[in-house]
């Protein structure tokens, strides 16, 4: 267990000096122009009104910068997440109203408290349970959700947000009939530009160029009374601190939705920090990055805004732009409040289909069709895993989905690990090689004795298959009489009760035919555990296999 002031040693801003003060500066500016638009783009995909995505990137980006040890990761709600909260508050409230506002403030603050929890238990490790398989599937499925709520606002159909997707979908396609040729016509343009800008000049903030460009042609031209559809009039301010009303039993129906996000931000959120820290060279500490995770989300839910991950994409532009230190952040958050505060007019005539059109062009990325190829070639059972978790958080909800996935993780897991590689090891021409090669058709290491090697803990999963594989090495010894037996334990970690009683089982069947086992290369820890269980008795035990092959079979 860790306690928050030891999370908490470091410097503040590390990273920052006089030198890279103006570029620090300048970077900040740009994070602002990328953040605002995405982030209007996030609370319409959450179901939130803007302000929720702007309220995130002042006081909650604030103590994330101020507490974390990654110098460069930007902290916000990204695309996974936000609709993450939309599926699982939809069917709790409607979204956009006080309840649903209420319940997704509720769900930022669980998900602080458990990212604080997991920072001062030091359990970032659980993070590892997402694999890239899950990863996959869980973001394509989401991007893929995502992607039909936009693509009905670029071409101004109204479909039900809080419905499944595959309603959401025949929707859709009921109302194409109905579709707005100015939404259109304004949606492919932004799509356009934002496309074509990224690729040849991807520096320039086009997004918010867009933003601007659509805004000022909607309040020119009037388009809102040919049906397209804007933000309307925004009524901001200075973020407050409140505390989410809502009944315990609502509290309690947000854990696992709040866990799931915590997980999924974890995962990326550490993957990320860690990734970045490597190529510029300094060291991030993952439980003071979760402490500040944790932070942050409370910050988030006090304040207004919602769940709050990590962005890669920010990230990478931050460190195109040579930032090296949270300043940006900080930047971005001064900025956003002035907003805001003074700026709320600049909002009202955004048209929403050009706002969806920005979503979908961060969100396209995340549906990658060639990690599902390279799955399908590199491991079919994973691809299985993937295709589970992208079909779940489709069809059955996001939660339900990475429940699913997860299980399946454990199930590939504890069937590798039912499953070791088990070997006879064959001698080499020089007896002061330590290590024995692996053979094929080898019965016996040496005249008389056998040398096997289990490559996996021993635990009750496998502990058959180990009886199984110590009878079958005895049974094909051939004709020479088998004396010696010898265990290779360098690869077991661990044994557990159950397979304990089946190595009982092996000694006694191996005594009745008078062999003798012995073991080699037995870690530390690993003999504890054997004596423990009364599993060494007077045997001998030996530091390499070549010194039991020169005692047992000189």
Known sequence: MLSIPRLLRGRVLAGLTPRTLPREL???VTLLAISVPVNLGYAQIAGLPPAAGLYTLIVPAVVYALIASSRQLVASPDAAASALVASSLGGMAIAGSGDYLALAFAQAIIGGVV???CAVFNLGFLADFLSKPILIGFVSGLALDILVSEIATMLGVRITSSAGFLTRVAELIAGLGEANGWAIAVSAGSL????????????????????????SLVAFTGMESLGVRTLGPVELGAPTFSWPAIGWSQWLSLVPSALSLTMVAMSEGLLVSRAFGERRGYRVNPDRDLLAFGAANIASGLTGGFTIGSSTSRTAAMDHAGSRSQLPALVTAAGTLLLVVFGTALLEHIPSPVIAAVVAVAVLPLLDVREFVSLWRQSRFELG????CFLGALLIGPVAGI???????????ARRAANPAIDV???TESREHSLL????????TAPGLIVLRFAAPLFFANAGVFEEAVRNAVAEAGPDRLEHLVLDLEAVTDIDVTAAERFHSVQDWLSERGILLHYSRVRPDLELRLEHFSLIGDRTL??????????LAP
Do not use: C, K
């Open 26 to 28: 300048l970077a900040g």
């Open 115 to 117: 990212f604080v929890f």
């Open 192 to 215: 356009a530009v934002l496309v074509l800008g990224r690729r040849f000049a991807p520096l320039v903030p086009w997004a918010l160029i867009v933003l601007a460009g659509s805004s």
């Open 385 to 388: 895993i993937a295709v589970s």
């Open 403 to 413: 429940v699913i996935a997860v299980v399946l993780a454990l199930v590939n897991l």
């Open 425 to 427: 090891l064959s001698t």
């Open 437 to 444: 090669p692996v053979e094929d058709e080898v019965t016996q």
């Open 542 to 551: 030996y530091g390499t296999n070549q010194a039991a092959i020169d005692a």
